[in-house]
């Protein structure tokens, strides 16, 4: 499917002191079986952005359609089921007795039958390499062994496009790389990936075009390659402050210079 | 945030807000033992006037100050309705079935209500004009002679510091997870009581769990800063009890005992 936001605008409790604008004027498209990389610092409106996608949040201004419809106009169960969203730090919504039951929490809600949601439960429980804690309590789990089948908890909607809210947040490196590897073999599979994060070397890795955000608007979008190097001065200003650290090349690593920290550090001290 | 309820601080600078907590704490409670004191209606409207000059200089508007009082109204018109229907003596005003409305009665219900509506604005001028942080400070002093028989003083101040703390954070907390849950196809609205508050399941179990792992961090980043309890601590806030603090004690326990003889 083809998830569009169009001219999106989102304000926080709106005709209140605490109002506050965290997204204007975004649009952007997910075509089919593509990985979308969603890119920027914090507060820079994406986890508000991805929220729009299954109607979590209702744009304020503008509008969501999927395939071309209005997504207000869709039940809003079908939109949950065809758009699966996983949160930031998603393990901290893990609550079931054991793995299974809680990964098999979204097919029961989708009324599934029984036999079908526990195929459901296996498939996705393989997919994320997690089978054999199938009947252990979530709550014993390691971090990233918690990440996986909170992510398992959504890919059992079998959802069209998967929306992954900073996915490798706090990660060892084998689950991340896992994670990368999931999200390029979604894409064979034909389901579209929304990838967001601050780490540019994994966006740069697998997203096939990304969008840039900062201070709630979209400032640069493309391919990698074009929104990482040919138009620096336009990229928002972590973009353009990791790529300076890593000498202008997300995935040339260079030594950050913590010089001027150290500096710090030793005024205070008095040395 | 953006609906005030009971309780809630309300931020302005006013003479009262800017009166030492203790003196407010003290008055409260002088002013509430006195109000079971004042056996008379005019008595109570005499005191209730004075509370009125009282929330006019507090600078919060009588709007939102009324709001405050809205959640106990209905237990004010409860009061109201019993006494007039159940009590008796005085002149016989009017009679409908087995009902009988006395002026006792009457005078008995109003006279209850406007106790209870001076005992509630009392602590929510407390409240609404005293910063929580101030509030348990003050608490903490007035509990330190008690620290004399073993009673942990400060370490009930901080209690009720973090608690009142973690009041907005649990509160993001819980729409986050509400959010994932609905994400896999939690539905909160749908279905009858019963339905509804067993819907809630997941987002309590996780929401409980984080509250305690929350606990645990919290006193482990305490305890790495140093914290060890109230021994020997010093204040970056220092109370200050001042003159104004000592007039408004005096004014409350003049006005009380005009109430009282009145």
Redesign the interface.
Same mark, same amino acid.
């Given at each position: 499917m083809t998830l569009e936001l169009k001219d999106v605008s989102h304000v926080y409790?709106p005709g209140?002191p *605490?109002e506050v604008e965290a997204l204007r004027g975004v649009s952007l498209v997910v075509e089919p079986g593509e990985v979308l990389g969603i890119v920027g610092g914090t507060g820079s409106g994406k986890s508000t952005l991805v929220?729009h996608m299954?109607l979590?949040l209702t744009p304020t201004i503008g509008e969501v359609l999927v395939d071309g419809v209005d997504a207000r106009s869709l039940k809003? !169960?079908e939109l949950?089921?065809r758009v699966?969203? #996983? *949160?930031q730090f998603?393990e !901290?919504?893990? *609550?079931?007795p054991t793995v299974e039951e809680d990964v098999a929490?979204?097919p029961r809600?989708?009324g599934l039958h029984e036999d079908e949601a526990r195929e459901r439960v296996r498939e996705s429980l393989r997919v994320l390499g997690a089978e054999e804690l199938a009947t252990r309590a979530p *709550?014993t789990l390691s971090g990233g062994e918690k990440r996986r089948v909170a992510i398992a908890? #959504?890919l059992a909607?079998k959802p069209e496009v998967l929306i992954l809210d900073e996915p490798t947040a706090g990660l060892d490196p084998a689950t991340r790389q896992d994670l990368l590897a999931l999200i390029l073999g979604l894409r064979e599979a034909g389901i579209s990936v929304v990838l967001v994060s601050h780490d540019l070397d994994e966006v740069a890795e697998v997203a096939d075009r990304v969008s840039a955000l900062h201070e709630g608007r979209v400032r640069a979008a493309g391919t990698p390659a074009e929104v990482f190097y040919r138009e620096p001065a336009q990229a928002p200003a972590t973009v353009q402050v990791v790529s300076l650290l890593k000498g202008s090349r997300p995935e040339i690593g260079a030594p950050v210079r913590f010089k001027e920290t150290l500096e710090t550090l030793r005024a205070l001290r008095g040395v | 945030m953006t609906s005030r309820s009971l309780g809630q601080f309300y931020p302005v600078a006013s003479p009262v807000h800017a009166l030492d907590p203790r003196a407010k704490i003290v008055a409260t409670a002088v002013f509430v033992v006195g109000l079971f004191l004042i056996d008379s209606t005019v008595g109570l409207l005499f005191v209730a006037a004075s509370l009125v000059a009282l929330v006019a200089m507090s600078r919060i508007p009588a709007t939102t100050f009324l709001r405050l009082l809205r959640p106990v109204l209905l237990i004010v018109a409860l009061t109201v309705l019993i006494q007039v229907l159940f009590s008796r003596g005085g002149a016989t005003l009017v009679e409908w079935g087995i009902f009988e409305v006395h002026s006792g009665g009457l005078r008995l219900g109003i006279f209850l209500a406007l106790r209870i509506l001076l005992l509630v604005s009392s602590a929510g001028l407390l409240t609404a004009t005293t910063a929580p942080v101030a509030l348990t400070d003050g608490i903490e002093d007035l509990l330190s002679p008690l620290k004399r028989v073993r009673f942990p003083a400060h370490e009930v101040a901080m209690m009720m510091t973090i608690a009142l703390r973690f009041i907005p954070t649990l509160g993001e907390e819980a729409e986050k997870i509400k959010g994932a849950q609905a994400a896999r196809g939690a539905d909160f609205s749908e279905g009858g009581p019963l339905r509804r508050a067993r819907s809630l399941v997941p987002v309590l179990v996780p929401l409980t769990v984080g509250a305690f792992r929350r606990a645990d961090e919290l006193a482990e980043a305490m305890e790495s800063r140093g914290y060890r309890g109230g021994e020997g601590r010093t204040r970056f806030r220092e109370l200050r009890f001042r003159k104004q603090d000592a007039l408004a004690l005096s004014i409350t326990v003049l006005v009380l005992l005009v109430g009282i003889l009145l």
């Open positions: 409790a209140t *605490f929220k299954n979590l809003k !169960s949950r089921r699966g969203l #996983v *949160f998603p !901290s919504a893990l *609550f079931a929490f979204a809600q989708l *709550f908890g #959504v909607m | -």
